[in-house]
């Protein structure tokens, strides 16, 4: 990391499960005393601070009794609900002894990804950063089911980072960064400290564990990484386990740096790239992969399949030959009608579905493209 935390403008910090809460014992009281004193003195020296915190579940299913074993998902609904209200509860008193305020925010999968939503959802965060208080965020778990919730908050605070249009995203995790292999089987694994750009060996790196207290493992923090960097927020993740974790990082304790992509996308593009749910994908030849890293929008003629049942204006990757998403975005038109005009040269629309649509299948405006194509390892 070349700057300081604290020179950073907007900061988004993730805790972990497992840092705040003792499967045994419950919260830990003095770690989270020590964070928040950290938090306060980001805040003095003029950062914004929004804090996305797990544990409600962890909590709550002490609280309960559901100690053991994997919860179905009622039980881990019921543990959520009564595990929120001390997670909040504890932030806003410990927040108050430095005379900060703290506001609970409850998001779904929803108020991120629909447009309607997210900007409500943003608006009331932002008004309050300009409060000054810290916003204390959370997945509605007692009511997100399903394929419609987001499941691990790493994906969920890479969201709210790029939401608000942080500069730094910060997951503490159990563990200090990413390593080239397992640390845990591997006495040879070593840290990675500097990521500039994410490539699928990087990809590869991040294996699948994550404990029973917490959802993600090092391949949810990954996906937040690209989610984070891709739209201009630069992603630490470091350890939280010893007490002033974030003290620590600004005085160089060791941690793996995710660098944000130099030109961050426009506001509705940040949009469109942080959609995690497609509807469809299509595959396209040669000739359009040459166009769109040239930013050019994808034409009917360069299409050679189509998969899904979508509509117009949904989200769709579009996909190389041998199957590799390269991007993703906005269709211009339902999948009965796209299917007519695959292979087609745009001037024949009009005459092939009877009305004159639009000449592009998906606008360069309303597509995002993986940096996966200007990295090298990949070609
Ligand atoms: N939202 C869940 C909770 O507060 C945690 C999800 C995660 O571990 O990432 O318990």
């Not at 399903?146 to 249009?165: C, F, K, S």
């Not at 500097?194 to 590869?204: L, Y």
């Not at 050679?304 to 199957?323: N, P, Q, V, Y």
Request: hydrophobic share 40%.
């Amino acid at each position: 990391m070349k700057n300081k935390v604290s020179s950073y403008r907007r900061i988004v910090v993730k805790i972990g499960s497992s840092l705040l809460v003792e499967q045994a014992s419950g919260l830990k009281h003095n770690w989270l005393r020590s964070l928040l004193e950290d938090i306060a003195s980001l805040k003095k020296s003029g950062c914004d601070i929004l804090v996305v915190s797990s544990g409600a579940i962890a909590l709550g299913r002490n609280v309960l009794g559901l100690s053991t074993g994997i919860l179905k998902l009622e039980e881990n609904q019921a543990a959520a609900a009564v595990g929120q209200i001390s997670l909040a509860g504890l932030f806003s008193s410990g927040l108050d002894r430095h005379g900060i305020r703290a506001g609970q925010i409850l998001l779904t999968y929803g108020d991120t990804e629909e447009r309607r939503r997210y900007l409500n959802a943003r608006a009331t965060v932002e008004t309050l950063l300009e409060l000054g208080a810290v916003p204390v965020i959370n997945e509605n778990d007692t009511v997100a089911t399903g394929e419609i919730r987001y499941g691990d908050n790493d994906r969920l605070a890479a969201r709210v980072a790029t939401m608000m249009g942080a500069d730094l995203l910060i997951l503490l995790s159990d563990i200090d960064g990413l390593y080239n292999a397992p640390p845990a089987d591997n006495p040879q694994a070593s840290l990675i400290g500097d990521v500039p750009v994410i490539t699928s060996k990087i990809e590869a790196m991040a294996g699948d564990a994550g404990t029973q207290l917490s959802r993600g493992g090092m391949k949810t923090k990954i996906i937040a990484a690209r989610i984070a960097t891709e739209n201009g927020t630069a992603m630490v993740i470091t350890s939280g386990k010893d007490n002033n974790p974030l003290k620590a990082l600004e005085e160089g304790a060791s941690h793996t740096y995710f660098h944000a992509r130099e030109n961050p996308r426009s506001a509705r593009k940040k949009w469109i790239a942080g959609q995690l749910q497609t509807k469809g994908q299509i595959t396209i030849d040669e000739g359009a992969i040459a166009a769109l890293k040239n930013g050019k929008s994808l034409l009917p003629a360069g299409v050679a399949k189509l998969e899904g049942d979508f509509c117009r204006g949904d989200m769709i990757s579009i996909a190389t030959h041998a199957g590799i998403v390269i991007g993703q975005g906005v269709i211009a038109f339902d999948a009965e009608d796209a299917s007519k005009i695959i292979g087609k040269r745009s001037a024949d629309i009009e005459g092939i579905l009877g009305y004159a649509g639009r000449s592009e299948l998906v606008h360069r405006d309303d597509m995002i493209l993986k940096e996966i194509l200007a990295d090298k390892d990949n070609a």
